[in-house]
């Protein structure tokens, strides 16, 4: 029997087989020092019997899979930023659409609060055109575009993540009519206060699965050759192979075709000026790899 897990808890596992029972599973010592089970993974499992529990025997392979938080096999995520306060992270927001790129996880962006700032949300969203991912301005008190981005995750296995603050749990409940537990922004620091506690996939009606997890630092980047960035900004594209320079970084180089394109308003100058900032970071990360 095949099942899917929805959540782990003290070396405890609750799974969801294909026609939606639920069971409570323990895996082996051996898989668990092989290949630790992990929220979202696919399983063969054994079911118990009475009041025994039931057993995990092998993980199927895994599509993708992340470490903060444990998780594996997700087909969206959706990296939440705010028009309103705290104010949106953007750096943030292009580490998250790198990260989920390179894990081959399809990203999206919501730039929620909208109702605050409206103009923001127009920036935000016009920073990111071009850069192959949907952008949308949503809100999720007074109900805008939500019918729009439930369309785009409709039937999928998808996280929300996003900067403490910006709204994750408060979309969710708002896309599928849940209570998750929301926190107030605190005023005096202007950071949210980090309220979902565990990981847990939950089934939705009508198909796909939301992942109920902390978000800030979902998405993480291993070091990277930092010449493989650029691969992760889809606007550059249209450009490579038009640079004096091969391989080209598209940051200081002169007769770079991106710079030129920057230059003439085709690819966003702030966006390009966050990539020159982080590409410099991976620099340095990448020299001290090995420290």
């Known amino acids: ?26 895996a082996q010592r051996k898989l668990r020092r092989e290949s630790k089970p992990k929220v979202g993974d696919r399983v063969e499992l054994i079911p118990g019997t009475g009041e025994e529990d039931g057993w995990i025997q092998a993980i199927l392979p895994r599509r993708n899979e992340l470490e903060r938080p444990s998780v594996a096999n997700i087909d969206r995520v959706v990296v939440v930023a705010s028009a309103g306060a705290p104010a949106a992270d953007l750096p943030l927001v292009d580490r998250m659409l790198v990260a989920a790129r390179r894990r081959g996880i399809a990203p999206l962006l919501a730039v929620s609060k909208c109702e605050l700032d409206p103009d923001a949300a127009r920036e935000i969203v016009r920073q990111y055109r071009g850069a192959g991912v949907d952008a949308i301005a949503v809100s999720a008190h007074a109900d805008e575009n939500l019918d729009a981005l439930r369309a785009l995750l409709r039937g999928s296995v998808h996280a929300l993540a ?6 994750k749990s408060s979309l969710i409940n708002a896309l599928y009519g849940m209570e998750l537990e929301t926190g107030d922004l605190s005023e005096k620091i202007e950071r949210g206060r980090n309220t979902t506690r565990r990981c847990e996939l939950i089934p939705l009606r009508g198909g796909g699965m939301v992942l109920d997890t902390p978000g800030f630092s979902l998405l993480e980047s291993e070091p990277f050759d930092p010449v493989e960035l650029k691969q992760s900004y889809p606007e550059f594209e249209r450009y490579e192979g038009g640079c004096y320079f091969q391989p080209c970084y598209h940051a200081s180089e002169p007769k ?16 390009h000026a966050r990539y020159v900032e982080l590409l410099n970071e991976m620099r340095i990360k990448w020299r001290e790899r090995y420290d």
């Open 256 to 271: 770079c075709a991106v710079r030129e394109a920057v230059a003439a308003g085709e690819i966003d100058a702030a966006r």
């Open 1 to 26: 029997m095949r099942g899917t897990i929805l959540q782990g808890i003290g070396g405890f596992y609750t799974a969801m087989d294909d026609d939606g029972a639920r069971y409570t599973l323990r």
């Open 162 to 167: 996003g900067q403490s603050g910006a709204g």
